[in-house]
């Protein structure tokens, strides 16, 4: 008689071992490995099996039958291996030699990702109330773990097969949840590919959420149920993006982590953060502000002039505390789209009559005397984007792309070396802004419903535009 397949995804349940489940595993370092070896001897949920092998009782033939192995000796076998491949081998051939739970899986996932903490791209959401209120204070929602599992379980419960595991994270202020997702049937038998495993991050005391933004139908339906998880019976909750993506978690608690608000303290800013030792005194919004207690003077020895002292100090009166290089909190891509609004005019040197590449020129290729709209008619729109050869004004279309392991950082680095004039660069190049996609009119970036959070953008085919949906 055939075994009856569960029905739901428990952490009892178990893949077989598999190719596909050795590499899993092959991703670990082998202190990882056995860390992770010694936890699950240790864990009624992850019981090796004890009893002797089919190998054990053939080598033992007509001589007395092996007896079972203790903990005690398990532990001391893994420890003299001396490869990641030997104690896999071992793994899949004697404790666990039917299979992993779905508990160790994500236990594997769990590790490599604390091992390596640039290994996923986050995004951070903030959470609103209903009425398009912040929640503050004992508005905010009273993350708990468990019952949050639970409830995104029994929503998701009739589209998808979700296995949830969570941890605080050793270091950082903030809960760790991992969400396995997969088909309602058949369940599976091998690890879950990465676009069907979707991270949360939920800092302590904030009212925003990092998550790592999959493409998949079933990442999808987890990202719309996240509200109605997080909302009760009495207060509902909405989530919308902060256009801020990073690489590491530390970059996000930096600036969206507790009771950091919207924009947090970067920039210039930042100097005002600083707590205990090192801590300014002061109000942060008067004209002179006050200077750090620590001198500098020796950071300057390679500044034989006094111009590289000023540039020096106004790098620090823009970044403050932020943008040093080995902080941390780091951004490696700020995108952004400049939609400054330039007038008409000759008188502005640099400034085209018009945009259109081929106006302005005769049939025979000879340019016209005056192709200039004129710019005194009061009937014309300030700014047409249809067609920008015909308003008073004309805004072009700029796109702005920073990448590199420090963004900031970089850009504190040119300012003190002249490249850039640190007293007119825009707060959006400082970190002031505290985002990393956004579009930028008047000098500073404005709100976007379009950015790496909860509203997605995809692309229209027909057209090649992009809409939101």
């Not at 009495?234 to 608690?253: G, P």
């Not at 943008?323 to 640099?350: C, H, M, N, Y």
């Not at 985002?435 to 997605?456: Q, R």
Request: net charge neutral; with cysteine.
């Amino acid at each position: 008689m055939a075994r009856r397949q569960p029905s739901k995804l428990t952490s009892h349940y178990k893949l077989p071992p598999s190719p596909q489940l050795t590499r899993y595993l092959l991703r670990l370092s082998k202190p990882s490995l056995e860390k992770l070896v010694f936890d699950w001897l240790k864990t009624p949920l992850c019981a090796p099996d004890l009893s002797p092998t089919n190998d054990d009782l053939l080598d033992a033939a007509y001589d007395e039958e092996p007896r079972d192995t203790t903990l005690e000796e398990v532990g001391e076998a893994y420890t003299n291996l001396a490869s990641r491949k030997e104690i896999i081998e071992r793994v899949f051939e004697r404790e666990w030699r039917s299979g992993l739970t779905m508990h160790q899986i994500a236990q594997v996932d769990m590790q490599y990702l604390l091992d390596h903490p640039s290994s996923l791209k986050w995004t951070a959401s903030e959470l609103v109330l209903e009425e398009g209120k912040k929640p503050a204070g004992d508005k905010l929602p009273k993350f708990q773990p468990v019952v949050f599992c639970k409830s995104i379980q029994e929503i998701m419960d009739p589209m998808v097969q979700c296995h949830p595991y969570y941890i605080t994270h050793p270091t950082l202020p903030l809960t760790i949840l991992r969400l396995s997702l997969h088909n309602p049937y058949p369940l599976p038998t091998l690890p879950p590919p990465a676009n069907q495993i979707f991270y949360l991050a939920v800092p302590t005391s904030s009212p925003h959420l990092f998550f790592t933004p999959q493409r998949s139908k079933l990442a999808d339906i987890c990202r719309k149920s996240l509200p109605i998880a997080l909302s009760s019976q009495h207060r509902r909750y909405d989530i919308v993006s902060t256009a801020l993506t990073a690489k590491t978690l530390e970059a996000l608690l930096a600036r969206k982590g507790c009771e950091r608000g919207d924009l947090g303290a970067g920039g210039g800013w930042s100097v005002f953060a600083v707590e205990g030792e090192g801590a300014l005194e002061g109000d942060p919004l008067e004209t002179s502000r006050p200077r750090k207690r620590q001198s500098l003077d020796a950071d300057m020895d390679d500044y034989n002039n006094g111009e590289g002292k000023k540039r020096k100090r106004i790098a620090e009166e823009r970044f403050g505390n932020s943008a040093t290089a080995g902080d941390g909190s780091g951004l490696e891509r700020v995108e952004v789209k400049l939609r400054e609004v330039w007038p008409r005019g000759k008188e502005i040197p640099g400034v085209l009559g018009v945009v259109d590449g081929n106006a302005g020129k005769s049939k025979k290729g000879r340019p016209k005397k005056d192709v200039a709209p004129n710019t005194n008619d009061e009937d014309s729109p300030l700014v047409d984007e249809h067609a920008p050869w015909k308003g008073k004004s004309w805004m072009p279309n700029v796109d702005v792309v920073l990448e590199g392991t420090h963004v900031f950082a970089g850009v504190r680095t040119l300012v003190e070396e002249g490249v850039f004039d640190g007293e007119k660069i825009p707060t959006w190049m400082t970190g002031e802004e505290g985002k990393s996609v956004g579009m930028v009119k008047g000098g500073t970036i404005l709100k976007s419903a379009v950015a790496a959070g909860i509203l997605e953008a995809t692309t229209d085919t027909r057209r090649g535009r992009r809409k939101t949906t």
